[in-house]
C-alpha cells in the first residue's frame, strides 16, 4: 500500500520526472489547450510497448523529451496514468469515458486497463446511445468483457427499443451493434429483427439512390446470413407472413442474387389438394354426370 501511495505522489507532484505528456484539447470556447503530466520514462515505458517506441523515438529528444498526444481527453490520460502507477481505478469515472478507454487500452495494447473498470461501470445508468456505441467500439477491437456487460444492460429494454421505433434514429454502425446484441440474445425471433431492419431501411432512404449507406446497410442484414432484395434495394422480407427471400431459397438452375442484382420472378406454388377433397371432386364429378344419363335414356 506505501509503494501505491508513494508512485501516486510521484505522479502527482512531478518528483524526480523526465519527460512530459502532453494532451492536447479543445476548452469550452473551442480554444486549443493542453494539459501536461510530468511523468518518468521508467514507468511508461514498463507499462507500455507503445509508450516505450515514442521514448525511443528520435524525435522525443528533439522535443526535448515531451510526448504530444490529441486522440483522448485529459481526463482518460489522467485515468491511464493513474493506472499505470498504481493499478488503482480513477474514482470520478463515467460511462461516456469508456469509449475512449476502450481507445487508449488499443493504442499502448492495455486491455486490463479497461477490465479494470467493469465493476465500477456495471453500477452506473447507461443511455441507449452510449450502450451501443461502447458496444460498436468493444467489438471493433474485441473486448469481450465490455461486450458481455452491454449486453447485459440492454437486455431489459431490448423489446422497448423496438416497439418505440427508437432504434430508427440510430446510426447504421449503432444499429449493427444493436443486431448483433439482439441476436446473441434470442430473445427476439429473427425475421422481426429483420422486419425492423426493413422499417430503417425504408425511414432512412437507404436504398440503390444512396448507395454507399446502403453498402453499411448491407454489412448489417448480412449478419443474418445472405439475404435478398428487391428491385429496388429494399430488403426481401414479407411483412405479413414474416418470410425471408435468402440466396440459399432461389431455385436451382437460378442465379443467386446479391443487393445489386435483380431476383428472377418465380410462380407461386401449387396447392396441394389433401385426399378428402379429392374425395369431395370425385362426388361433385359423379353428381354432374348424372343428369346425362338420364337424358340420354330418354333420347332413346
Not at 507500455?48 to 485529459?74: C, G, M, T, W, Y
Not at 425475421?191 to 453498402?215: E, S
Request: glycine share 4%.
Amino acid at each position: 500500500m506505501y509503494c501505491k501511495l508513494r508512485r501516486l505522489d510521484l505522479l502527482r507532484s512531478g518528483q524526480f520526472s523526465d519527460c512530459e505528456l502532453h494532451v492536447a484539447y479543445l476548452d469550452n470556447c473551442q480554444k486549443r489547450c493542453s494539459r501536461q503530466f510530468r511523468v518518468h520514462r521508467q514507468m511508461l515505458s514498463s507499462a507500455s510497448e507503445e509508450f516505450q517506441r515514442l521514448i525511443n523515438h528520435p524525435d522525443f529528444e528533439k522535443n526535448k523529451r515531451v510526448i504530444l498526444v490529441d486522440d483522448a481527453s485529459p481526463d482518460a490520460y489522467e485515468a491511464l496514468l493513474l493506472y499505470i502507477y498504481t493499478y488503482e481505478i480513477y474514482s470520478a469515472i463515467t460511462v461516456e469515458m469508456c469509449a475512449e478507454w476502450i481507445l487508449l487500452a488499443t493504442k499502448y495494447n492495455m486491455p486490463d486497463f479497461v477490465d479494470s473498470y467493469i465493476e465500477k461501470l456495471a453500477d452506473q445508468h447507461w443511455p441507449m446511445g452510449t450502450v451501443l456505441k461502447i458496444f460498436q467500439l468493444a467489438n471493433d477491437h474485441n473486448r469481450p468483457s465490455i461486450m458481455k456487460l452491454v449486453g447485459e444492460k440492454i437486455v431489459p429494454i431490448a423489446t422497448q427499443v423496438l416497439d418505440d421505433n427508437s432504434f430508427l434514429r440510430l446510426s447504421v454502425g449503432q444499429l449493427k451493434a444493436l443486431m448483433i446484441i439482439l441476436k446473441s440474445l434470442g430473445t427476439i425471433p429473427e425475421w422481426q429483427l429483420l422486419l425492423a431492419l426493413k422499417k430503417y431501411q425504408k425511414c432512412n432512404n437507404l436504398h440503390y439512390c444512396n448507395m454507399a449507406c446502403f453498402q453499411q446497410f448491407v454489412e448489417v442484414t448480412n449478419l443474418f446470413g445472405e439475404l435478398l432484395f428487391e428491385v429496388d434495394g429494399t430488403l426481401a422480407v414479407d411483412e405479413k407472413a414474416g418470410e425471408v427471400r435468402r440466396k440459399s431459397e432461389v431455385a436451382a438452375g437460378g442465379t443467386a442474387l446479391d443487393p445489386t442484382h435483380v431476383p428472377p420472378s418465380t410462380p407461386p406454388p401449387t396447392p396441394q389438394t389433401s385426399a378428402a377433397s379429392e374425395r369431395s371432386l370425385l362426388v361433385n364429378d359423379m353428381e354432374t354426370s348424372e343428369p346425362e344419363e338420364e337424358s340420354g335414356a330418354v333420347g332413346k
